[in-house]
């Protein structure tokens, strides 16, 4: 799998504000994931992004890929408390067996 | 549907001792099957995935084992853990290579050595 670094490790933000969370690879990638884990939870599948300048929207979640295939970015307007979890972005080519996780990002929403 | 099963959800055993941790899934077949170790606070680690039965690739040399008797049962095991082997392990599922392939976790063990 390539490499995808992921940033921030730690996000804190009040509640109603907005948080993104990158992804970044020096590589083209085929495809990039996202996953949400909920504390003392495992990894949920939240979308997939295969288009280069794709942008897909879960209500306040939207989702970008960008031209060039190299980064892509989670952003969430007006976050709730529920929001709380670590956002983990993957790279899983359709011919390649192993994904490629990225470190997380941990968002923290102060009520 | 599918589901993937995980058993124990939390473990707790001494420095030595032995590891069977079990995962199934139920509801597709030929799955990819996976085990991730994540550490208090950190990312996910790939120790060992699956593309079928009796085929094993790990990822991490380490004192861990995994082992895939039937098509969709995928094992980790252990003779001896050490006090690094605590840790939150994860069984995972994926469609066969070529298709949409987003990963399906299981519940989780959370293992403690001490």
């Known amino acids: 799998g390539q490499q995808v670094m992921q940033i921030p490790q730690y996000q804190h933000v009040q509640e109603g504000e907005d948080f993104t969370t990158y992804c970044n690879s020096s590589t083209t990638l085929s495809n990039i994931q996202w996953y949400k884990q909920r504390p003392g939870g495992h990894p949920v599948f939240l979308i997939q992004l295969v288009k280069s300048g794709e942008v897909k929207k879960q209500k306040r979640l939207t989702f970008q890929f960008g031209e060039a295939k190299k980064n892509s970015s989670l952003h969430i307007t007006a976050t709730q408390t529920t929001d709380v979890g670590t956002y983990f972005c993957a790279e899983a080519s359709g011919g390649s067996y192993i994904p490629t996780f990225g470190r997380g990002t941990s968002l923290i929403v102060h009520p | 549907s599918q589901t993937i099963h995980q058993w124990p959800a939390t473990l707790v055993q001494p420095v030595g001792s032995p590891l069977s941790l079990e995962c199934t899934v139920e509801?597709?077949?030929?799955?990819?099957l996976y085990w991730y170790r994540q550490a208090a606070g950190r990312g996910l680690q790939l120790l060992f995935y699956?593309?079928?039965?009796?085929?094993i690739s790990s990822e991490v040399p380490q004192n861990l084992s995994a082992s895939r008797p039937q098509d969709r049962q995928f094992i980790l095991s252990s003779k001896k853990l050490l006090l690094s082997d605590s840790g939150f392990y994860l069984c995972a599922w994926s469609r066969p290579a070529g298709y949409y392939n987003e990963q399906f976790f299981g519940p989780g063990t959370r293992l403690t050595v001490l």
């Open positions: 699956s593309v079928g039965i009796g085929q």
């Open positions: 509801g597709t077949s030929n799955p990819n």
